[in-house]
T-cell receptor
Framework: DAGVIQSPRHEVTEMGQEVTLRCKPI?????LFWYRQTMMRGLELLIY????????DSGMPEDRFSAKMPNASFSTLKIQPSEPRDSAVYFC???????????????FGDGTRLSIL | GQNIDQPTEMTATEGAIVQINCTYQ??????LFWYQQHAGEAPTFLSY????GLEEKGRFSSFLSRSKGYSYLLLKELQMKDSASYLC???????????FGAGTRLAVHP
């Protein structure tokens, strides 16, 4: 089975440019999560969706960040304009709903390593 | 507030046993997960606890005490490939949202 697929794997761009990260969740999963990981702050949840609807975007750092999920098989995270402090690894993860206290782990994509110069 | 604490780094010898502790204070509790993350790779799921007690899965076991807000991950018969970061994560709401600890970097030496 295909796992979570993210693109691009690496992105290097100059500050001020728009950056778009893409994610395809595992088929049948109804949760999608965007994380950012840095050495200083660890793994931070930015936003997550349930059935394509954004549930909690309190982790989005500022208005320069936006995320969409137009359908069950695709999501984007956009940064406009980008800044050097946005440099990090961005992970997308997906999981299924489960029921009650069920074991429904999140499955992570390989991440996008973003460098803003 | 939400707080999850783990040791920053640990070292151990190949073939030995190591225990990685995690304490948490969250506004709710609906399960605790352990993930393994090798350098430059994605986190991968290791174990899940929602009831008190020990869950065993091969060389890895995970323990939970909800009253103490405490969990540990036990790795037996350590191998060099176990050198990685180990992330403790708590699910504290009705949705499947996880709060991650900073992770414990484990180095296994020959």
């Amino acid at each position: 089975d295909a796992g979570v697929i993210q693109s691009p794997r690496h992105e290097v761009t100059e500050m001020g440019q728009e950056v778009t990260l893409r994610c395809k969740p595992i088929s049948g999963h109804d949760y999608l999560f965007w994380y950012r990981q840095t050495m200083m702050r660890g793994l931070e949840l930015l936003i997550y969706f349930n059935n394509n609807v954004p549930i909690d975007d309190s982790g989005m750092p500022e208005d320069r960040f936006s995320a969409k999920m137009p359908n069950a098989s695709f999501s984007t995270l956009k940064i406009q304009p980008s800044e050097p402090r946005d440099s990090a690894v961005y992970f997308c993860a997906s999981s299924s709903q489960g029921a009650g206290y069920s074991n429904q782990p999140q499955h992570f994509g390989d991440g996008t390593r973003l460098s803003i110069l | 507030g939400q707080n999850i604490d783990q040791p920053t780094e640990m070292t151990a010898t190949e073939g030995a046993i190591v225990q990685i502790n995690c304490t948490y204070q969250t506004s709710g509790f609906n399960g605790l997960f352990w993930y393994q993350q090798h350098a430059g790779e994605a986190p991968t799921f290791l174990s899940y606890n929602v009831l008190d007690g020990l869950e065993e899965k091969g060389r890895f076991s995970s323990f939970l005490s909800r009253s103490k807000g405490y969990s540990y991950l036990l790795l037996k018969e350590l191998q060099m490939k176990d050198s990685a970061s180990y992330l403790c994560a708590v699910r504290s709401g009705g949705y499947n949202k996880l709060i991650f600890g900073a992770g414990t970097r484990l180095a296994v030496h020959p």
